[in-house]
């Protein structure tokens, strides 16, 4: 009973309507796959550290990405799944069950090879960014004057390795070329500047 059942099961996963599920999905995974990667690769990534319209830096808070960040269940982690899946099907389909088992397996290992790739393509791309909390403690000069109260100016400051120009608030009216200390963040671009 048991046998006739998994022999019924295996002629059904070997038959011309799973083949063609497999052929469909193959293709149109592939097909989706690579259109993904294309639009992607001439869109780009937004960097969340970006140049505002007036030309100021605008640093965005970068937590570095851990394992928290690993995210399986992505577009690109299911396409390779469908896709391997598929082409897998295309090729064992013939062995009914124990095939589609296999193109199973095989589908799982690419959408978790797929989903660590982009994990570790994030890490890198958060790895050389400035964090906002950086800002804070560092000295630098007033660029724009900044009047004092709730009105900014701008100030440049040396984080990283390099010079950024960003948005600062004070107490104190300051003039430029003032010497000042980040003392506190406001909001992702603007920060709260003492006189040194």
Known sequence: MIQSLFN???TFFAGDTVMSLYWGLAIGGSLFFVLNLIFSSLGGVDNPAEVADDGTFDAADHLDTGYEDFHFLSLRA???FVSVFGWCGVLWGKY??????????????????TALA????????????????????KTGTVYM?????NGHGKITVTVGGSTR???????????????VKV??????????????
Do not use: C
């Open 183 to 196: 003392v506190a963040v406001i909001d992702q671009s603007l920060y709260r500047v003492e006189k040194v």
């Open 96 to 113: 009914g069950f124990w095939g589609f088992l296999a193109a199973f397996v095989f589908g799982f290992i690419a959408m978790g090879l």
């Open 145 to 149: 004057q900044i009047p004092g109260g």
């Open 8 to 10: 019924a099961i295996s």
């Open 118 to 137: 982009i994990w570790g393509m994030m890490r890198l791309q958060h790895s050389g960014n400035v964090k906002t909390d950086d800002f804070i403690g």
């Open 78 to 80: 299911i396409l390779a």
């Open 165 to 179: 120009e960003v948005a600062a608030v004070a107490d104190e009216p300051l003039a430029t070329g003032t010497p």
